[in-house]
């Protein structure tokens, strides 16, 4: 079978907020690592889950690949162009996002019609006719009704906006699909439909997805492969199959235990994780997690693990596996 192509390729990307002091002299004290040396590629048709709790960087690495933040270092490939000081124009419309919130994300003052046109007007060369015909498949693709047209998002309802929203990220057929926690502010009921319908969606416009989430029950439904961050690093990345199985960091198998399960007899149901996440002003010195992993050791607390192989197409950043492997 030939090998699946490569679209997109971060290496050691870096966000750094710096952290300031007074009011007037603004004098710099420190810097939050928002995203801290984060590589990983991306595979044409797959979806690539993002877990981790709030403040793992996982939106801040999602902003900066569509450009909304300039990324302090590192390097990002899109279908073969770096993109990290800016997407160059011809590949704009390759790359979409889906918003968290369907709420905000959507202008109240403009009719369906015209967010649905917006994409296509802005990328031009498009007649009233010829954007009808892109739009209204769409809109029976989302399930929504084509009188939809002519009203305003304050007329529908959470799931019913998302539906909007990922009508106008795929109204230009984009290569790529950006989703930050786009189901979050669903109710449950409404977010497995619209998992439903990325899923749907993502074959017939073979799609590639990198989906991010703080939900191990939402990851695990979506993705083909994760990746595991903490703290503005990757702490694990592997097939689903794989990291659900044989999850091998300690931050990974804590969040699996999380996770509830319909089994009466498990004894370590909902185990909330010990401890709070660090500051990101003070994160630790050594290996992120730490402050709470039961395995810290001195040179955890010293030395930050690098990424390392532990299965096919497994990596984990933990001395714990590096020190058993080495025995
Ligand atoms: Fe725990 Fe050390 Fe592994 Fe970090 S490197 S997860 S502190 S065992």
Redesign the pocket.
């Known amino acids: 079978m030939a090998a699946a192509e490569q679209i997109l390729e971060v290496e050691q990307l870096k966000k750094y907020y710096p952290v300031k002091k007074g009011l007037i002299l603004q004098k710099e004290i420190g810097q939050v690592r928002a995203v801290d040396e984060v590589s990983f590629a991306l595979y044409r048709g797959e979806t690539l889950g993002v877990i981790g709790e709030s403040g793992c960087g996982k939106s801040t690495l999602i902003r900066m690949l569509i450009g909304l933040e300039k990324p302090t270092g590192g390097e990002i490939r899109f279908l073969g162009e770096p993109i990290e000081k800016g997407m160059p124009a011809s590949l704009r419309r390759e790359m979409q996002m889906v918003f968290q919130d369907p709420y905000s994300s959507l202008d109240p003052r403009m009719s369906v019609r015209r967010i649905l046109e917006e994409p296509l007007r802005i990328h031009g060369g498009m007649s009233a006719e010829q954007k009808k015909q892109v739009i209204l498949p769409l809109l029976e693709q989302v399930g929504l009704p084509r009188e939809a047209l002519k009203k305003y998002p304050h007329e529908f309802s959470g799931g019913q906006r998302q539906r909007i929203g990922i009508a106008r990220a795929l109204a230009l057929k984009p290569t790529l699909l950006l989703c930050d926690e786009p189901v979050s502010a669903l109710d449950v009921s409404i977010q497995a439909q619209i998992l439903n319908l990325f899923r749907d969606l993502q074959r017939q416009y073979h799609l590639t997805l990198l989906f991010v989430s703080h939900d191990m029950s939402v990851i695990r439904y979506i993705s083909d492969r994760v990746m595991v961050m903490y703290l503005g690093q990757v702490?694990e990345i592997a097939t689903k199959k794989e990291l659900f199985e044989h999850p091998a960091?300690?931050?990974t198998q804590a969040l699996m235990r999380a996770v509830p399960v319909p089994d009466p007899e498990r004894q370590d149901q909902c185990a909330v994780l010990e401890g709070e996440i660090p500051s990101p002003i003070h994160a630790p010195a050594?290996?992120?997690?730490?402050t709470r992993?039961?395995?810290?050791?001195e040179?955890?607390?010293r030395q930050r693990?690098q990424m390392r192989p532990v299965g096919e197409g497994h990596l984990t950043?933990?001395?714990?596996?590096s020190e058993e492997v080495a025995r």
């Open positions: 702490m960091h300690p931050y050594g290996c992120p997690f730490s992993c039961p395995y810290a050791s040179l955890c607390r693990p950043a933990c001395h714990r596996y």
